[in-house]
C-alpha cells in the first residue's frame, strides 16, 4: 500500500511546501473572491481542478452529450494516476480486464459504468489501496446487480460513489452522459483518496482536495473547537469555492452557541436571512450581519468602531454597522476595488477565514501565546535557505526512489 501512495503523499506533499513557500502568512490575511464556478456541483467545480474536464466544457449542451467508452476510460485513467495506482494508462486497464479495447470508440450505458468501477475497485482492494465493507449490496428497480460485483458496488454504494435515480433506479440502460462521467469518477476518487488518507475519527478532520498543512486549516481547527461543525456533516472535500448555504451557515452558528451554552436569538437570525429570494446560498451581506451578532454575543465590552471606506455602502444599507463593527476589529470584506457587494453568494473559504477570525477576536477558542516581531537578521535568512535546501533534497530523493522501483 506504501508503494501505491507514494505519489498521492508526494502530491499532498510538494503543494504543501510550494503554497507555504510561495504565500506565507498573507493567506491569513486576505480574503479572496469565489471563482464564479460556485454555484456549480462540486463534482464538476472540483472535477475540473482535477482535470477530470475542462472548464470550457461545462456548458449545459456538453454536459448533456453521450460520450464513447474511450473517453469515460480516459478520466478514470485520469483519476487513477491522482490516486498513485501504477497500472492507470488504457493498454493497462484493458490487461487488467477493467475495461475492453474493443469498442473504444462505441457508446456505453450507466450500468457500463458501474460494472467498469466496479472491477476498478476490486483492482484497488487486490492492491491494498481500499477494504470492502461487509454491507450488503443493494439491488436498484431496473438493475440487479451480478453476484461477482455485489461486494464493490457495496462500497460504491456506502461511498456515495453510485446513488442511483430518485425512483429507486440505476437508469442502466440510459446512455452516459458527461455530466453522468464526471460525477461517477470525482465520486470515485473523493472515495478512495479519503480512504488513503486515513479516517477523520483517527486523525481529525481531513479532506481529500486540500493537504493537512493547508492554511484554511487553522481556521478549520479553531472553529471545530469551538463546535462549529458538531451539527454538520463535513463533506470528504472541502471545496473552498463552493458557496455556502443558509442551512450550513445556520448550523455553523448552531454549532458555535450550543457548545457555549447560549441560545440563539430566533428573532435576530430570521432579520438576518429575510429577504432570501430563490438563493439558498448565503450572500457576503448575511455574512457580515452573522458575524456582528456573534461579536455582540461574546465580545460586546470589547468592540470598537472604525471608519469604513466601501464604495457601494452608505448609512442606510442594513450592514452598514456590521462592517464598522467588523473594522473595529481590523476585518475588512469585499474586493480589491472598494465593493462590498453585499448581494453576491460567499464561498467557503471567505466563511471560514472570516468567522475564525471573529472567534479569535472573541475569544470563543484558546490562542496560543504571541511572540514578539523582530526584523530579520542574517542568520534567519541562512536557516530559511537551509530549511529550503533540505526540503529540495528530500523531495528529490523520493522522486530518485520512485523512478529507481518504477512505481
Known sequence: MAKNNRYFLLGVFIAAFFLTVIAGNRFFQAVFAGSGMGSLPRE???????????????????????????????????????????NNDLKQLAAAGIISNAGLQAQMTRKDAVEIMARTAMALKDASMIS?????????????????YRAAVSYLQRKYVVRGLPDGSLGGSRRLSQRDAVFFTYRFYEA??????????????????????????????????????????LRPSFDGDSFISITDMNEILGGIFARSGKEIDLTRMKAIFAQQGA????????????????????????????????????????????????AGCG???????????????????????????????????????????????????EDLKTLLRAKREKIRKILKVSAATGS
Not at 343 to 368: M, R
Request: hydrophobic residues 40%; glycine residues 6%.
Open 132 to 148: 470492502f465493507p461487509e454491507n450488503e449490496c443493494q439491488n436498484f428497480k431496473d438493475y440487479r446487480v451480478p453476484e461477482k
Open 44 to 86: 464538476l467545480r472540483l472535477g475540473v481542478e482535477l482535470g477530470i474536464i475542462g472548464q470550457n466544457k461545462c456548458t449545459t449542451a456538453n454536459l448533456k452529450r453521450t460520450i464513447l467508452r474511450r473517453e469515460f476510460a480516459e478520466k478514470l485513467s485520469t483519476v487513477l494516476d491522482l490516486l498513485g495506482f501504477s
Open 331 to 381: 476585518l475588512t470584506m469585499g474586493y480589491g476595488d472598494g465593493r462590498f457587494a453585499g448581494d453576491e453568494a460567499i464561498t467557503w473559504f471567505e466563511t471560514v477565514s472570516l468567522l475564525n477570525e471573529v472567534i479569535k477576536y472573541a475569544s470563543l477558542v484558546e490562542q496560543p501565546a504571541t511572540v514578539k516581531t523582530r526584523l530579520a537578521v542574517k542568520s534567519d535568512i
Open 192 to 233: 478512495v483518496a479519503a480512504d488513503l488518507m486515513g479516517s477523520r475519527e483517527s486523525q481529525g478532520i481531513s479532506f481529500v482536495d486540500i493537504p493537512l498543512s493547508h492554511p484554511i486549516m487553522k481556521s478549520v481547527k479553531n472553529l471545530t473547537a469551538a463546535g462549529a461543525f458538531d451539527k454538520i456533516i
Open 279 to 326: 438563493s439558498s446560498y448565503a450572500t457576503r451581506r448575511q455574512l457580515a450581519l452573522l458575524l456582528e451578532y456573534v461579536l455582540d454575543s461574546f465580545a460586546k465590552d470589547r468592540l470598537n468602531a472604525a471608519k469604513i471606506t466601501y464604495v457601494d455602502i452608505s448609512i442606510e444599507k442594513p450592514e452598514f454597522e456590521s462592517l464598522v463593527k467588523l
